[in-house]
């Protein structure tokens, strides 16, 4: 086939980015864009996803972990310090607190002398997929539509070149989605927000098409590249089809479907983590290969993700190698390569008539937000994962150096130990908490509490809350302070569990069988009805996949499992403990936050007397802080490696024997 008149420009190329303070972050940010980056990837830390100050209770252990902290107009201004917003593409991984976060933005371009109809770049302002997967929500869902609808609505009319949403289907698909589910339910949230933005008036009826153009979709894209190919072609169909028949939008232009991916960060291993290179290479081709359904914006992960915090180095290796694909291979200098192609249209329309089914069905619910409501969408989401896991202990699905091809040579890119990731300073949260103390201190006085007034005011009415946050930004208000005033206005939503109805279907019968029976033997020789797990996700940590696998297939071995779900303080977690009267304690934390809020939860039980409580602890946890955690009184620590679930809930049988000395 012949070539291209001319070749393709490549995509944006990203990396994700941000962790400690403001100022380290911007360092940061200035290297990647001098080594060829054409974009950022703005990380924040969880305090500032939810809505938090560094010094609130919530946020210890967690601030400039996964992210940087941005508490204040003058954090978000040395974290842009020396570059350009008006010639910058900036994507920011925000959903709760986004309209926050793009006021600190649009405030500093303007004070950079930035037109605002030239700043591009992205807010993710997907609050469905964090009731379902990443736990990052505050508000329920009706007024966290309405945050997003404003939003848009002032984008539209101010940052014309500004994508203000960015359905994101990346956490559907670590959270189990199949690519049918991934199809449907981020199309289902694209209708939620369209028909929101439609009925809410803010825009007039001839401009709706550029909310549609403005709408964008951040995807995961997993090993299968060829499946993965076949969903991005299936998904920019679908979109076209959904944008005439719904909304009667026929602009070619409107109807283009935009995206960026990062590939699958949950499915690099700790085990053989020099085999994530390839992995992350291959899951790159997924989403690149195909010209008509190429991504717009790429970001790629770290080869040691799994380990931890990745260092500047790795994620230059990962930029380096989407340099090396456009710039080296040929894959720009030709048109869609599997245009025609009998087993690329037979897939594409598998998933299209797939994803349309279901898609269906949830409409028929009353909408994504009622699916989310309902429990049917989580739900969905923790069966298909404890299918994918079922398939993966069978050995159905072959992942190579964990359960295959185990047998390996010592890695020396680990050699190092702790030195294989980034390290944070613990110094970098007390500073961020003076600060923040500092930065209330001099601000203008009485000028915040007057914006947080109006702002107060507007959210109990129904006026658009874009301007009334603008005002907050300049007055000095704090994220913490912007986020509270709603919380007091909106309530917080804490989503369901997915637990209820979810059955580990998959697992061999046999293995599981045997652990029932040591569960029932335990309980009735410890003169318990039933043994009683409590399974705890302490601080902000959303990504709660993990701790749902452990409490569906412990209760399907019989243990009563007591899970309350994400974002719960230490205190809280004693006291459940406390009142549920548990034989065992199971934490889950994949933030980094481990030590922190480990030491938290066994100060806590040892002040109730409960000394002799089991606890156990789960997340991605250095083998330095593992040794730290069993010091401390912590019986066992599971890490993403220990990948056989039903051998987990096993050793959680024999932690409870042993912490009441049976044999």
């Known amino acids: 086939m012949a070539k291209l008149p001319e070749r393709d420009r490549p995509w944006v190329m990203r990396t ?20 060829g980056q054409t974009g950022l990837s703005v990380a924040f830390d969880l305090p500032t996803q939810t809505g938090y100050d560094p ?37 920011m991984t925000i959903n709760a607190t986004a309209m926050w976060l793009l006021g600190l933005y649009v405030t500093v371009a303007r004070e950079q002398g930035a037109p605002l109809d030239a700043l591009a770049g992205t807010t993710q302002n997907d609050i469905v997929k964090e009731y379902l997967s990443r736990g990052t929500h505050i508000f329920p869902p009706g007024p966290s539509l309405r945050l997003t609808t404003d939003t848009i609505a002032w984008t539209v009319a101010n940052c014309p070149k500004w994508n203000p949403v960015n359905i994101c289907s990346y956490h559907l698909q670590e959270a189990g989605a199949t690519p049918v589910q991934e199809l449907a339910f981020a199309l289902a949230t694209a209708i939620a927000v369209l028909d929101a933005v439609r009925d809410s008036g803010q825009v007039a009826p001839e401009r709706f098409p550029q909310v549609a153009a403005r709408i964008s979709f951040f995807v995961n894209a997993s090993v299968r590249f060829v499946e993965e190919t076949a969903k991005m072609r299936a998904f920019g169909r679908l979109w ?49 290969l195909s010209r008509d359904a190429r991504a717009r914006a790429v970001q790629l992960p770290a080869w040691n993700e799994a380990l931890g915090l990745p260092r500047p180095w ?82 159905e699905d072959v992942v190579v150096g964990v359960n295959r091809f185990v047998e390996t040579e010592p890695s020396p890119l680990v050699a190092a130990g702790a030195a294989a990731i980034e390290q944070i300073d613990p110094a970098v949260e007390a500073e961020a908490v003076a600060s923040v103390a500092a930065w209330r201190a001099a601000r203008p006085a009485g000028e915040a509490e007057a914006a947080l007034a109006r702002l107060r005011e507007l959210a109990a009415g129904t006026g658009n809350l874009m301007e009334a946050t603008l005002e907050c930004v300049r007055a000095g208000v704090t994220t913490g302070e912007w986020a509270s005033v709603l919380r007091e206005v909106f309530g917080e939503y804490r989503a369901p569990t997915g637990l209820t109805g979810a059955v580990s279907t998959s697992v061999p019968g046999t293995a599981l069988a045997a652990v029932r029976e040591r569960v029932r033997r335990t309980a009735e020789e410890i003169g318990a009805g039933r043994l009683r797990m409590l399974v705890g996700k302490p601080g902000l940590d959303g990504h709660s996949n993990g701790a749902e696998q452990i409490a569906v297939r412990a209760r399907d071995a019989g243990f009563e499992v007591v899970y309350q779900g994400i974002r719960l303080t230490p205190a809280q977690i004693v006291a459940a403990a406390v009142e549920e009267d548990v034989d065992l304690v199971g934490l889950s934390v994949l933030s980094g936050s481990h030590l922190a809020a480990v030491a938290s939860v066994l100060a806590g039980l040892r002040a109730e007397g409960l000394d002799d409580l089991p606890v156990v602890v789960g997340g991605i946890i250095p083998p330095e802080d593992a040794a ?16 056989a679930i039903t051998d987990v809930v096993d050793e959680l049988v024999t932690v409870v024997r042993e912490a009441h000395k049976l044999p």
Do not use: C
């Open 314 to 395: 790795d994620q230059q290796w990962s930029l380096r190698m989407q340099q090396v694909l456009a710039f080296e291979s040929d894959l720009l200098e030709y048109p869609d390569l599997f245009e025609g192609s009998h087993v690329m249209t037979a897939l594409v329309d598998d998933l299209v008539a797939g994803a349309t089914a279901e898609l269906d069905r949830v409409l028929e619910m009353g909408g994504v937000v009622a699916a989310v409501e309902s429990g049917y969408l989580k739900s969905a989401l923790v069966a298909s994962l404890a299918e994918r896991r079922g398939r993966m202990e069978r050995g």
């Open 55 to 91: 010094d609130a209770e919530l946020a210890r252990g967690e601030v400039g972990r996964v992210g940087v902290p941005v508490s204040h107009l003058g954090d978000m201004r040395t974290l842009f310090d020396g570059i350009d917003l008006g010639l910058a593409n900036t994507s």
């Open 628 to 643: 730290t955690l069993r010091a401390s009184g912590v019986a066992r620590v599971f890490t993403p490696k220990d990948f």
């Open 240 to 288: 076209a089809t959904l944008l005439t028949d719904r909304y009667g939008i026929s602009d070619k232009s409107a109807q283009r479907f935009r995206y960026g991916v990062q590939v699958n960060s949950l499915g690099l291993t700790e085990s053989q983590p020099e085999n994530n290179v390839q992995r992350i290479v291959l899951e790159m081709l997924g989403v690149t």
């Open 16 to 35: 994700y980015a941000g962790h400690s303070s403001a100022a380290a972050s911007n360092a940061l940010f200035r290297r990647n864009l001098g080594k």
